[in-house]
């Protein structure tokens, strides 16, 4: 055994020598398990990121100033101020494609949206005359496998559900037709077979709208009917049926109606109304023009950036000619998050409606200088033209070489010319974990750590802090939910010493029972295991799933091991709503010392 302590670095390379005393003979290796081919081994600094950010754009000549404050306890070795400036939406819209394509959590939805949006960017870029070899290669491989991946996923009813694990909803399988229509009308391999089967699933779930129905069911039949109008399997009577409740419908839904009734009959005098209410609703601020929804549809992803997005798309597809979109274009810039927007719904459209905006503008030739300086100091100094279009200039500002007590004054400068400049300023800082205290903005989570009850014991829920190597540990996370939740996902982070036990294993060691997932306030106990009915064991953490969980207080029980000896750091707990990360809350850090024979 050695005795090691890991600096500050990303990553560490073992290897391991040996040599005879006469050095006759020797050998080396690394470790089986690591990163990629050279097998390093990833650290993970004991902090909380806490992570601001702004964006913008300059379409006219002038300056523009960011204020940026540090908080007083941030650890100045770490964090960066991370900016991104771009000349046109194509580096936008390629930008949101890479996000989507590096997402971590692998939902079905997430699958799709990783593909869907790619084929519509390089459909439009390639209209345009644009060539782009890279994109193309990435989306025949990303469309190849996503593809594969939901004819195995598919259902004997033919639909699709958040995970593969769970019962087929409309909602995903709506999606999913959408993005396998567009696949086959890009030339790709579809099998009519599969979408035949999603669209008959679809069909089965109708309902009859009448006054008493709930707003949610009518959003979401309006999107369904929108699946099968694009394709190629519209329902023309349940549209034109749906169009009747349409006051009643979310702000996206009519748009998904609008557009399927353009599918049906580009003429459609009904289209001009939906078109005429929806700008009508359009929000206008100093950052903007938007739409905001009065009902906020958790069941249906809705969310006020995805609404936006959805709506600008459909106002474009359906050749809305408004003073208005220009600023919609602006508002949904500024709602970017470093690369991308919130969530993969949001992003995914986003990219989609940014899309359709370049191809019916040409914004494709910009002509301008622009300049940015941080505290007097100037980072970069460039020229946009139309051979910069899709390239996107990154700086990285270290926060040790910023102020800390006073503002830090980020200038954005441009010159006049055709064109706009689109930024985002992403800071990242580090709090010292011992420092920070559980949070709860909507989700309350706390983890304990007890040893197992053994057969005809009392429980123990003592907690503990620490264990000899090769004992078996009890891991349990409570988590309150004050209000419904929808689409849950909650993060572990396991001590770098201990390994989850995955009781599906067939190599697994068996203790007696598998991971448990009960409501405390409810006698409902001992078949709660669906509220979380997709469950990740990574090295190092484990990720629940859960599209739905009522308000209560919930535990969920697994087991870990003991392995190396060694006293680490354990990273806090997080649970957030995957479509709503606003709704969030987090445990406590801790230390566990795992203790050698």
Not at 258 to 277: G, T, Y
Not at 315 to 340: D, F, K, M, Y
């Amino acid at each position: 055994e050695w005795t090691a302590t890991v600096d500050e670095v990303e990553s560490v390379d073992l290897v391991f020598r040996a040599e005879d005393v006469q050095g006759n003979y020797r050998d080396a290796a690394r470790p089986l398990v690591g990163q990629e081919s050279d097998r390093h081994i990833p650290v993970y600094r004991y902090v909380v990121p806490e992570t601001v950010g702004t964006s913008g754009v300059l379409r006219d000549e002038g300056t523009r100033t960011e204020a940026i404050a540090l908080p007083a306890n941030i650890d100045p070795t770490r964090g960066e101020l991370t900016l991104r400036l771009q000349s046109s939406l194509a580096a936008v819209t390629l930008d949101g494609l890479d996000y989507l394509r590096n997402y971590p959590h692998q939902c079905i939805e997430q699958t799709v949206s990783r593909f869907f949006p790619n084929m519509m960017t390089y459909r439009a870029l390639s209209d345009l005359g644009i060539e782009d070899p890279e994109l193309e290669a990435e989306l025949n491989a990303a469309v190849i496998y996503a593809v594969q991946q939901l004819y195995n996923w598919q259902k004997a009813d033919g639909g699709w559900g958040w995970f593969p694990n769970d019962e087929s909803n409309p909602l995903t399988t709506a999606y999913a037709l959408i993005a396998l229509a567009e696949a086959r009308r890009l030339g790709f391999v579809a099998q009519e077979d599969v979408l035949f089967r999603a669209q008959q699933f679809l069909r089965g779930t109708f309902i009859t709208p009448r006054l008493t129905t709930e707003t949610w069911q009518l959003n979401r039949q309006a999107f369904v009917l929108y699946a099968l109008a694009r394709s190629g399997d519209a329902d023309v009577a349940r549209t034109s049926n749906l169009y009747e409740f349409r006051q009643r419908l979310n702000l996206d839904a009519r748009a998904f109606l609008m557009m399927a009734l353009h599918f049906i009959d580009a003429e459609d005098a009904r289209i001009a109304v939906l078109r005429s209410n929806l700008l009508a609703e359009a929000v206008m601020s100093a950052t903007g023009t938007h739409w905001q929804e009065s009902y906020l549809d958790y069941w249906n992803w809705s969310t006020n950036t995805r609404t936006t997005a959805i709506i600008l798309g459909a106002l474009v597809q359906t050749g809305a000619e408004s003073e208005l979109l220009p600023n919609v274009v602006r508002w949904l810039i500024t709602q970017r998050e470093h690369r991308a927007w919130k969530t993969t719904q949001a992003t995914a459209w986003s990219v989609m409606a940014l899309t359709d905006w370049m191809v019916a503008t040409g914004e494709l030739y910009p002509n301008y200088h622009y300049s940015v300086s941080i505290n007097g100091d100037q980072l970069a100094r460039e020229t946009a033209s139309p051979e910069t279009t899709r390239d996107t200039l990154e700086l990285v500002q270290n926060v040790g070489d910023m102020l800390i007590g006073e503002l830090n004054q980020l200038e954005f400068e441009r010159s006049g010319g055709d064109g706009a400049l689109y930024y985002t300023a992403h800071l990242e800082a580090y709090l010292p974990v011992p420092e920070v205290e559980p949070l709860n903005r909507g989700i309350v989570v706390e983890r304990r750590y007890v040893r197992p009850t053994q057969a005809g014991d009392e429980p123990d829920n003592t907690p503990i802090t620490q264990a000899q190597a090769g004992e078996i540990i009890e891991v349990h996370l409570t988590i309150i939910a004050p209000n419904n939740l929808y689409y849950v996902v909650v993060e572990d982070p396991l001590p770098a010493g201990v390994e989850a036990i995955d009781s599906r294993l067939s190599i697994s060691q068996r203790i007696g029972t598998r991971p448990m997932a009960n409501r405390l306030d409810s006698l409902r106990n001992g078949w709660n295991w669906w509220w979380f009915n997709e469950i990740a064991m990574h090295d190092e953490k484990v990720v629940l799933y859960s599209p739905y969980l009522p308000a209560g207080t919930y535990e969920y029980v697994y087991f870990v091991r003991a392995g190396v000896p060694g006293v680490y750091n354990v990273i806090p707990a997080t649970a957030q709503e995957f479509y709503f990360p606003e709704v969030y809350g987090r445990s406590a850090g801790s230390v566990f010392t795992v203790l050698g024979e």
